[in-house]
């Protein structure tokens, strides 16, 4: 297996741009969670889906953040206009089931300037 | 909600034994995990233990739940250099859905 795929590995955009990252989860997981990694704020979890479902985003620090999970084998997260404090690392993991060990991708490093 | 500490930071010599501590708040925990996260890397799964286990061991790796106190460990034995990474603890609450809870994490520096 492939593992949780993203795109881009890292994105570099101008303030007031649209960003969108992509997430391909591990074929057969049914929740798939973004989060995101500061220095200052650790691993804060944005928004989480079961099934295709979003279930929280209360994480989700405000309404330029966006989230979809169209089918069971891909999601995106956008964030418009994006602004410098957005820069930071965006993990994307998929969990298979009631153990709900979670699967990390690789990260997309986002640099807002 | 749930609340998970660990210290932030750990060094040791190369050939001893490493424990990294977490702490949680919340009794109903089930799950308990221990992820690895290397330099410009994402999270990796290192071992997880059930609410009803007290021990689990995997190869190097001692992983000790002590839930009177709401207290988790692991151990490497025999510390590595390629152990060097930041080591997180994480705790999955019982019922709803899969939501888990991750500490700050520890980073570990082995000395050569």
């Known amino acids: 297996d492939a593992g949780v795929i993203q795109s881009p590995r890292h994105e570099v955009t101008e303030m007031g741009q649209e960003v969108t990252l992509r997430c391909k989860p591990i074929s057969g997981h049914n929740s798939l969670f973004w989060y995101r990694q500061t220095m200052m704020r650790g691993l804060e979890l944005l928004i989480y889906f079961n099934n295709n479902v979003p279930i929280d985003d209360s994480g989700m620090p405000e309404d330029r953040f966006s989230a979809k999970m169209p089918n069971a084998s891909f999601s ?7 602004e410098p404090r957005d820069s930071a690392v965006y993990f994307c993991a998929s ?3 009631a153990s709900g060990e979670q699967y990390f991708g690789p990260g997309t490093r986002l640099t807002v300037t | 909600g749930e609340d998970v500490e660990q210290s932030l930071f750990l060094s040791v010599r190369e050939g001893d034994s490493s424990v990294i501590n977490c702490t949680y708040t919340d009794s109903s925990s089930t799950y308990l995990y221990w992820y ?39 151990r490497i034995a025999d510390t590595q250099t390629g152990d060097s990474a930041i080591y997180f603890c994480a705790v999955r609450l019982s019922g709803g859905y899969q939501k888990v809870t991750f500490g700050i994490g520890t980073k570990l520096q082995v000395i050569p």
């Open chain 1, 76 to 82: 995106t997260l956008k964030i418009q206009p994006s």
């Open chain 1, 95 to 97: 969990t298979p089931g």
């Open chain 2, 36 to 74: 690895k996260q290397e330099p410009g890397a994402g999270l990796q799964l290192l071992t997880y233990i059930f609410s009803n286990m007290d021990m689990k061991q995997d190869q190097r790796l001692t992983v000790l739940l002590n839930k009177k106190d709401k207290h988790l460990s692991l």
